[in-house]
């Protein structure tokens, strides 16, 4: 029992508590105090006790306290195991942080609008999906509570669509950590001319997905397959080798298999159509032909325009397609080699829109120019609204156009890594392309974060590290580095020279020889010194090339061995060694050994069946 009654000769029956009750406190419960309220004059012991016990939230601290064995009035902080709390959300390699939506530039000026329904097209794929499937993403599935209000609001203008994202999201500030903005560039849906049928002006076969290619996780049944991981090439039943690169595709890899859509002019056409990653092929009879990306080969993509600034054929900021393009035009013979230095390539497959159309992102939803982008999709979500602020070459290629808009991810590219990396989608057509074409330029990114993912709230419940070390424990335990190597002084050169050229006495000679010697004296060489009159006027005077100053001789790693002056020994006569017959050696047998049965004991009475 925690609570015990006893009686002293002066003042009566006492109240003893032990000294883990008062620690846990569990003498106060209610069966203890009505025990010791029957003793009559310790009746409001319970009460005053009650008081002087420490609160529950001061439970924790004084559990992770402990006396200082010299000094039992000094406690030390011994940490322990904090439970396992849900951080607010995380980004590989990101920083963000929260702000107000009156400190976002262009926020009020924008048209919201046009973002509003875009972002009402990519929650119909949202809300279709009935299975809670876990998302590893940060934002997982947040997005579908600002999903179902927005299909169910009645929004007609731009002041009605700002009010209804600052009800429903809150803005984060978000780029690479260590970096304050983040980085934009263009792309556009091509438009070229094309055939169904190969002719002397239409070469180029545009590939649809081979049969034989393969993508590990995915089946050869899917719809599409994803721009990034292993990807080979089936030969036989079993053996799988990495798929066939672009020069090996060009030069007729693949070719004769029936898998051709369309033909194009030129190698060009086919590779900026791999890059966008959709195009809108024009044939001779009038008609359109859309298609779209659908597969890869596995091989990672290699910009042409970055091995062209390495090269020195083009400056940075010159860089754009179209210089790509007259750069090709103009050397045939250096835009082959340049093409297979990217060794990526793409293939296609035929989707049924009409001119009226947009391209479909990676979503499986229709672009939106101007308002739809592409992301890093192993870290953003589809969907997830971006507040993009810049200076952008809208106008022409030297203007610096501010750039305000509310945008929202629905595709992606190989290309775009990164949290504050996004691809713009001007639209189809050749204005289109001029002016994705020179898109390269930073710009400042705020994502838009669902209020039930609520950083700032979720961030008030994070568990605290551990408070720091005593000076005692910090003696006791020095945090100390490796020491940094200090560069070699001009003055001591000699010195320096000196200390590099002895050996280390700390290594064993054991593994310079490995073979034993026979036992003897050794004495060590000595270390020729140079004479101070010859170091003397080098120190006195910086050394030229005339002088010259000497240094001491290097002492070897294993002195060799000296034998002392003893008398002569005898050599041992060396026996003729006489040859045996090797016999041939009797095969081993391998005598199998079993165990017997233990002998059961005899007993008089036997059942029938025995």
């Not at 090709?328 to 835009?335: G, K, L, R």
Request: aromatic share 8%; hydrophobic share 35%; glycine share 6%.
């Amino acid at each position: 029992m925690p609570i015990r009654s006893a009686t002293s000769p002066t003042s009566g029956p006492l109240l003893a508590i032990s000294p883990r009750a008062i620690r846990t406190g569990s003498w106060l419960a209610p069966a203890a105090c009505s025990n010791a309220a029957r003793l009559g004059r310790l009746a409001a012991l319970c009460v005053i006790a009650a008081a002087l016990i420490p609160a529950p939230a001061d439970a924790r601290a004084r559990r992770h306290t402990k006396h200082v064995k010299n000094d039992p009035a000094q406690f030390v902080y011994v940490p322990r195991h904090n439970p396992p709390r849900e951080w607010p959300f995380e980004f590989t390699g990101s920083q963000y942080e929260p702000v107000a939506w009156a400190s976002i530039a262009g926020w009020n000026e924008d048209d919201h609008f046009p973002a509003f329904q875009a972002f009402r097209t990519s929650c119909k794929p949202i809300v279709a999906q009935r299975k809670s499937v876990p998302d590893s993403k940060a934002l997982g599935t947040t997005l579908r509570d600002p999903c179902r209000a927005a299909r169910s609001a009645d929004i007609s203008d731009g002041a009605k669509a700002r009010t209804f994202f600052e009800e429903h999201f809150l803005p984060l500030r978000i780029s690479r950590l260590g970096e304050p903005e983040g980085f934009v560039t263009g792309y556009y849906e091509p438009v070229i001319d094309g055939s169904r049928t190969k002719t002397d002006v239409y070469t180029v076969p545009v590939y649809r997905r081979p049969s034989n290619l393969f993508v590990r996780g995915y089946s050869q049944s899917s719809a599409s397959m994803p721009n990034g991981g292993d990807v080979f090439r089936k030969i036989g039943r079993r053996k799988l080798v990495p798929y066939y690169d672009r020069g090996q595709i060009e030069d007729g890899a693949i070719a004769g298999r029936g898998l051709e859509i369309v033909w194009l002019k030129s190698q060009t056409d086919l590779l900026f159509t791999q890059i966008q990653g959709s195009a809108r092929v024009r044939l001779e009879d009038g008609g359109t032909v859309r298609i779209n990306y659908d597969a890869h080969n596995g091989y990672r993509y290699t910009p042409v325009g970055r091995v062209l600034i390495d090269r020195g054929i083009i400056p940075r900021e010159q860089m754009s397609m179209q210089r790509i393009r007259q750069y090709m035009d103009e050397n045939p013979d250096a835009a082959s080699e340049l093409r297979r230095q990217n060794r990526s390539y793409v293939f296609f497959r035929e989707v049924q829109l009409s001119d009226k159309d947009e391209a479909v992102g990676a979503q499986g939803v229709p672009l939106t120019p101007g308002r739809s982008i592409a992301v890093d999709k192993s870290l953003h979500v589809y969907g997830t609204p971006f507040f993009i602020e810049g200076d952008l070459p809208v106008d022409s290629d030297t203007a610096k156009t501010p750039f305000r808009r509310l945008m929202v991810a629905q595709d992606t590219g190989s290309a775009i890594i990164g949290p504050a990396r996004a691809d713009l989608y001007f639209g189809a057509g050749a204005e289109a392309g001029r002016v994705a074409g020179r898109m390269r330029h930073p710009a400042r990114f705020v994502m838009l974060v669902p209020k039930s993912l609520d950083p700032s709230a979720r961030g008030h419940h994070m568990p605290l590290p551990d408070i720091r070390p005593s000076e005692r424990i910090a003696k006791l335990f020095p945090q100390t580095g490796p020491k940094p190597v200090e560069a070699p002084n001009v003055e001591n050169s000699a010195t320096d020279n000196k200390a590099a050229a002895k050996p280390d006495a700390s290594r064993s000679d054991t593994s310079v020889t490995s073979k034993p010697v026979a036992p003897a004296v050794t004495t060590p060489l000595p270390v020729a010194k140079p004479a101070a009159a010859a170091i003397a006027p080098a120190l006195a005077s910086p050394p030229s090339a005339a002088t010259t100053v000497p240094l001491p001789e290097a002492r070897p790693a294993v002195a060799p061995q000296v034998a002392a002056e003893t008398k002569p020994q005898k050599k041992p006569e060396v026996k003729p060694e006489v040859k045996r017959e090797v016999k041939p050696k009797r095969a081993k047998v391998r005598h199998r050994g079993y165990r017997r049965a233990a002998k059961q004991p005899q007993s008089l009475f036997r059942f029938p069946w025995q």
